[in-house]
């Protein structure tokens, strides 16, 4: 399944930016004095250029009216949204701008949701220490508190009597423990498949620290292929930095040719991330992650070994998805550009270099490489034929860059469902790659009520054009270029279930050598998928 997007901010209280003042009549007004009360956020000399030249003068209202707007907008453009500006004049002609600076003074839950309820507070309750209150950090911190595992989090601000400025922010929240999907496809290897799915279980929020601990699953048809993994998760303290660590077994056991000749491979997996959101914002995010991954791979035919791999990488990932209106107001477009740099280790029982006992998975391969992988994807609103509907257009380039030989495992796989469709994931490898993806999109949906039960049916409509390209690092490996076109739908058929159907024809069906005489692919291919949320 693709990745999802980034969540961008929702379930953020919407803040109400005031509408266009209401006419003043033409006239002026002997002002005596001019003085700004209230305002802390800006340095005095500041806020007195905006004021300068009122006092001692007839001032039409338009133009006190004008230097109030200026005071709102300063603060409005430092992010101080919860901040208002109120013009008062007394009958001796003395102006005072008062200004009432927003800020949270307490946070509360709706209601008691056990242990997590902490974390969510621990969250929200960084928006106290903050006086005048700003934008950004009323964001971050009900992002974070969204953030917490199993925990939905709607924020309603409340007006305190006791002061003007003051707000009670009040989190409306909601716990669900246990959630998880399971999901299917026939996009598998032939001869471990093609038929896959994948269960993943979450248990959510069980301590004070947002923890969340995940089983998955994959099994393929024929019990081909099977791999489970654990993982566990949680917040370091309330910054947003996080921990999981990981860990990992399966065997696979093909039919076919591989079959035949007693073909068998086993993994184990393990290792650490921490993350961080260096921004997180209602239209912008970055989130920097820091893993080593360990990865343990054998091969053995007709019960002898005939390879093992043992890496060890350590990475440093960087995510920025942001959104713009670069093409109008209801023409939004997100935009992500996600680049890893990978290092790998030769510790920790990492294989080395060189070596023919026991022997590897590729002659000359370097445990101690290092590579580069990035991509850029943008989806982009182009327009909207009826209310309701909308046409848009992702597209995404990326690849692979190292000038070692790599370890299998760390080759670039090409094939999937997110580009080159048509390949099954890692059917074309190579230690570098490159490819590109363009998808229209017609988005649609419709509202009907059967059995007395009200459906929101969601559709995705999508054409595409897939390309992709591989480069082998080692002379006697082979370079290849894929290509593919095709469309199908997405459809939702209630919240929680997703039926997918595609019809993809391949450009590129020869990837062996004539001379090896191994039949080309299949030009056209039917895939479908299902997937189910709980």
Same mark, same amino acid.
């Given at each position: 399944?693709?990745?999802?997007?980034?969540?961008?901010?929702?379930?953020?209280?919407?803040?109400?930016?005031?509408?266009?003042?209401?006419?003043?009549?033409?006239?002026?007004?002997?002002?005596?004095?001019?003085?700004?009360?209230?305002?802390?956020?800006?340095?005095?000399?500041?806020?007195?250029?905006?004021?300068?030249?009122?006092?001692?003068? *007839?001032?039409?209202?338009?133009?006190?009216?004008? /230097?109030?707007?200026?005071?709102?907008?300063?603060?409005?453009? $430092?992010?101080?949204?919860?901040?208002?500006?109120?013009?008062?004049?007394?009958?001796?002609?003395?102006?005072?701008?008062?200004?009432?600076?927003?800020?949270?003074?307490?946070?509360?839950?709706?209601?008691?949701?056990?242990?997590?309820?902490?974390?969510?507070?621990?969250?929200?309750? $960084?928006?106290?220490?903050?006086?005048?209150? *700003?934008?950004?950090?009323?964001?971050?911190?009900?992002?974070?508190?969204?953030?917490?595992?199993?925990?939905?989090?709607?924020?309603?601000?409340?007006?305190?009597?006791?002061?003007?400025?003051?707000?009670?922010?009040?989190?409306?929240?909601?716990?669900?423990?246990?959630?998880?999907?399971?999901?299917?496809?026939?996009?598998?290897?032939?001869?471990?498949?093609? /038929?896959?799915?994948?269960?993943?279980?979450?248990?959510?929020?069980?301590?004070?620290?947002?923890?969340?601990?995940?089983?998955?699953?994959?099994?393929?048809?024929?019990?081909?292929?099977?791999?489970?993994?654990?993982?566990?998760?949680?917040?370091? !303290?309330?910054?947003?930095?996080?921990?999981?660590?990981?860990?990992?077994? !399966?065997?696979?056991?093909?039919?076919?040719?591989?079959?035949?000749?007693?073909?068998?491979?086993?993994?184990?997996?393990?290792?650490?991330?921490?993350?961080?959101?260096?921004?997180?914002?209602?239209?912008?995010?970055?989130?920097?992650?820091?893993?080593?991954?360990?990865?343990? *791979?054998?091969?053995?035919?007709?019960?002898?070994?005939?390879?093992?791999?043992?890496?060890?990488?350590?990475?440093?990932?960087?995510?920025?998805?942001?959104?713009?209106?670069?093409?109008?107001?209801?023409?939004?477009?997100?935009?992500?550009?996600?680049?890893?740099?990978?290092?790998?280790?030769?510790?920790? !029982?990492?294989?080395?270099?060189?070596?023919?006992?026991?022997?590897?998975?590729?002659?000359?391969?370097?445990?101690?490489?290092?590579?580069?992988?990035?991509?850029?994807?943008?989806?982009?609103?182009?327009?909207?034929?009826?209310?309701?509907?909308?046409?848009?257009?992702?597209?995404?380039?990326?690849?692979?860059?190292?000038?070692?030989?790599?370890?299998?495992?760390?080759?670039?796989?090409?094939?999937?469902?997110?580009?080159?469709?048509?390949?099954?994931?890692?059917?074309?490898?190579?230690?570098?790659?490159?490819?590109?993806?363009?998808?229209?999109?017609?988005?649609?949906?419709?509202?009907?009520?059967?059995? $007395?039960?009200?459906?929101?049916?969601?559709?995705?409509?999508?054409?595409?054009?897939?390309?992709?390209?591989?480069?082998?690092?080692?002379?006697?490996?082979?370079? $290849?270029?894929?290509?593919?076109?095709?469309?199908?739908?997405?459809?939702?058929?209630?919240?929680?279930?997703?039926?997918?159907?595609?019809?993809?024809?391949?450009?590129?069906?020869?990837?062996?050598?004539?001379?090896?005489?191994?039949?080309?692919?299949?030009?056209?291919?039917?895939?479908?998928?299902?997937?189910?949320?709980?």
């Amino acid at each position: 399944m693709p990745a999802p997007a980034p969540n961008l901010g929702q379930g953020l209280p919407t803040i109400p930016q005031g509408g266009p003042a209401a006419a003043l009549p033409p006239v002026s007004i002997p002002v005596r004095s001019v003085g700004i009360v209230g305002a802390t956020a800006f340095p005095p000399a500041k806020l007195n250029k905006i004021v300068a030249g009122l006092a001692g003068r *007839n001032v039409p209202l338009s133009k006190l009216a004008a /230097a109030r707007s200026a005071l709102v907008n300063l603060y409005r453009s $430092h992010g101080y949204i919860l901040s208002t500006v109120t013009l008062d004049v007394d009958a001796a002609g003395n102006v005072r701008f008062v200004v009432t600076e927003g800020y949270i003074t307490a946070v509360k839950l709706s209601k008691d949701i056990g242990p997590a309820g902490s974390m969510v507070l621990g969250f929200l309750q $960084h928006l106290t220490e903050q006086r005048p209150l *700003n934008e950004a950090s009323l964001e971050r911190w009900l992002l974070l508190a969204q953030q917490v595992p199993g925990v939905s989090v709607h924020a309603v601000l409340q007006s305190d009597n006791g002061d003007p400025g003051a707000l009670t922010l009040v989190a409306e929240v909601s716990k669900q423990t246990v959630s998880g999907l399971i999901t299917a496809d026939n996009r598998s290897f032939d001869e471990t498949g093609p /038929a896959e799915g994948l269960a993943v279980v979450d248990i959510n929020s069980l301590t004070a620290h947002g923890d969340q601990t995940e089983l998955s699953m994959y099994h393929t048809s024929g019990n081909t292929d099977n791999f489970g993994q654990a993982s566990e998760s949680f917040f370091i !303290g309330t910054s947003g930095l996080r921990l999981k660590v990981y860990g990992g077994t !399966g065997r696979a056991h093909p039919s076919g040719v591989l079959g035949s000749v007693g073909y068998e491979s086993q993994v184990s997996v393990f290792g650490g991330e921490l993350s961080y959101p260096v921004i997180l914002r209602r239209n912008q995010n970055l989130t920097l992650h820091l893993r080593l991954d360990a990865e343990q *791979n054998q091969i053995s035919t007709a019960g002898t070994v005939t390879s093992t791999d043992s890496t060890r990488v350590a990475r440093l990932n960087a995510q920025y998805a942001w959104q713009d209106l670069l093409l109008g107001d209801t023409r939004n477009a997100l935009n992500v550009v996600d680049i890893q740099a990978s290092q790998g280790l030769p510790i920790l !029982g990492s294989s080395a270099d060189g070596r023919t006992t026991p022997p590897g998975g590729r002659a000359s391969a370097r445990f101690d490489f290092w590579k580069i992988n990035g991509s850029i994807s943008r989806v982009q609103t182009l327009f909207n034929p009826w209310p309701g509907a909308d046409v848009a257009l992702r597209t995404e380039v990326g690849g692979q860059y190292t000038p070692d030989v790599l370890p299998s495992v760390e080759e670039f796989y090409l094939g999937g469902t997110r580009f080159t469709r048509g390949y099954y994931s890692g059917q074309v490898v190579g230690d570098k790659a490159a490819y590109a993806t363009a998808e229209l999109q017609f988005n649609t949906g419709t509202d009907f009520t059967l059995f $007395h039960h009200d459906f929101d049916l969601g559709a995705q409509f999508y054409g595409f054009y897939d390309w992709g390209e591989t480069w082998s690092n080692l002379p006697t490996d082979l370079n $290849h270029k894929i290509a593919s076109t095709g469309g199908g739908v997405r459809l939702g058929l209630t919240s929680r279930v997703e039926l997918d159907c595609e019809v993809t024809h391949r450009l590129v069906t020869q990837l062996a050598p004539a001379a090896t005489n191994v039949a080309p692919l299949s030009d056209t291919m039917v895939y479908w998928g299902v997937t189910a949320r709980f």
